[in-house]
């Protein structure tokens, strides 16, 4: 399940994708992965964006925290605050949980990927807004370039350069708000898919172990799955989006495996500790932090991830970031709203009592963590992935899902990582 690398591993892996597609449209089309995978797998030109929500992203099905656009030269739509456009009665905010043959719930929450040509500017599409569009400038380009994106962040002249920005985007702002998952935890170069796939081997192993049979790993994966539509499907509302939760995910793969709840807080456990692995503090925010509470500010995290707080509380922990770190944690798997759809935002200003004015907020997100922010009147700095991370995680991804076919003749509805 490791990521691939060579090259001519890399064109047979486009190539099986291709296959896939070909046979699903000749039977009607079994998912809506297989001809996404098609599609993104044969391009030569990786598919920057955040992924956690997760989802980044973060990790939802069918989507990636934060999706992109595909573009040499990054580039990004800055709204006039106020020129908000409201999501769609009733429809989820993610391109996940969008109605669509065979699509699934939310690697996170997802808005739809937008696509730019190289040098051209970015549509104004980018969460609906209508206001000045402009390109990014170095520092982003710098990140979208990055060989190694998390060396990056530790480099030195780097963090000097971010700290000057947020330094001088946070005068006269209270507020630092901050992503969690690809921007404060910096992913690995694995797909989710992947992950999934080592969550459920660990999954597989708790339930034989308290069940007293066998319990294949792919049983298990395929568990996770189905709770992880569960929860995207049959989640409640709240003014249009749809999130889910990890502990309702969990819940209903172990009805299928066990029959009852049993297992619930064990595979919740596991998954912790799976992603605990694949992720690491980012030095040069975490020094952004320190200097903001010095200076008497607050710093608040925001997630739009199937992860509840405590979750999320949980991992910043291990890695060091306790809450001593920050002032308040929200995740869309509590407040039942997102960043992606921008509905998070005056929920965050209410709770602290403050107005837009007094907020700073970044992450690895164009929509989420740039576009919506800045629409509702936040200051807002993008930190995109890296081209790197995109091709790594795709590649990854494409081998896992290879894998899981070859042995099982089972396609999973998780799209390729963008």
Aim: hydrophobic residues 40%.
């Amino acid at each position: 399940m490791n990521a691939l690398s060579d090259t001519k591993i890399d064109r047979q892996g486009r190539a099986w994708a291709a296959r896939k597609a070909r046979a699903a449209r000749r039977r009607g089309g079994d998912t809506v992965q297989e001809e996404q995978s098609a599609d993104t797998a044969s391009s030569s030109v990786p598919e920057v964006g955040g992924t956690g929500g997760s989802a980044e992203s973060d990790g939802r099905p069918l989507a990636a925290e934060g999706a992109t656009p595909d573009r040499p030269a990054p580039q990004a739509c800055v709204a006039a605050p106020g020129d908000a456009a409201s999501p769609k009665d009733g429809a989820p905010h993610h391109a996940g949980a969008q109605t669509q043959a065979g699509a699934v719930g939310d690697a996170g929450d997802r808005p739809p990927a937008l696509a730019a040509e190289a040098g051209a500017t970015a549509v104004s599409a980018v969460a609906g807004c209508r206001g000045t569009l402009h390109r990014l400038d170095a520092l982003e380009t710098e990140l979208t370039e990055a060989a190694d994106r998390a060396a990056l962040f530790a480099d030195r002249g780097f963090a000097a350069r971010l700290a000057d920005r947020l330094d001088t985007l946070c005068q006269g702002r209270a507020v630092l708000s901050l992503d969690v998952f690809d921007t404060l935890l910096l992913r690995d170069g694995t797909s989710e898919l992947t992950r999934f796939h080592e969550i459920a081997d660990r999954m597989a192993h708790i339930a034989a172990d308290r069940l007293g049979r066998e319990v294949r790993s792919v049983d298990a994966l395929v568990a996770r799955h189905l709770g992880t539509r569960a929860t995207y499907r049959a989640a409640p509302t709240a003014q249009g989006c749809r999130e889910g939760s990890l502990t309702e995910l969990h819940r209903t793969a172990s009805r299928l495996l066990a029959g009852d709840d049993r297992l619930t807080e064990a595979f919740v456990a596991a998954e912790l500790d799976v992603e605990e692995g694949r992720l690491a503090p980012n030095p040069a925010l975490l020094a952004q932090i320190d200097r903001m509470r010095e200076a008497g500010g607050q710093i608040v995290l925001i997630t739009d991830m199937y992860m509840h707080a405590e979750h999320v509380a949980d991992l910043l922990a291990r890695h060091g970031i306790g809450p001593d770190r920050y002032d308040r944690l929200f995740s869309s798997a509590d407040t039942r709203v997102s960043k992606a759809s921008g509905l998070i935002f005056p929920l965050v200003e209410a709770a602290l009592g403050l107005p837009p004015t007094a907020f700073v907020h970044a992450g690895d997100s164009l929509q989420g963590d740039f576009a919506q922010p800045a629409r509702r009147g936040w200051a807002a700095l993008h930190l995109p992935l890296s081209r790197a991370d995109v091709t790594a995680r795709r590649n990854c991804h494409i081998a896992s899902a290879r894998a899981l076919d070859e042995a099982h003749g089972i396609t999973l509805d998780i799209a390729l990582p963008r």
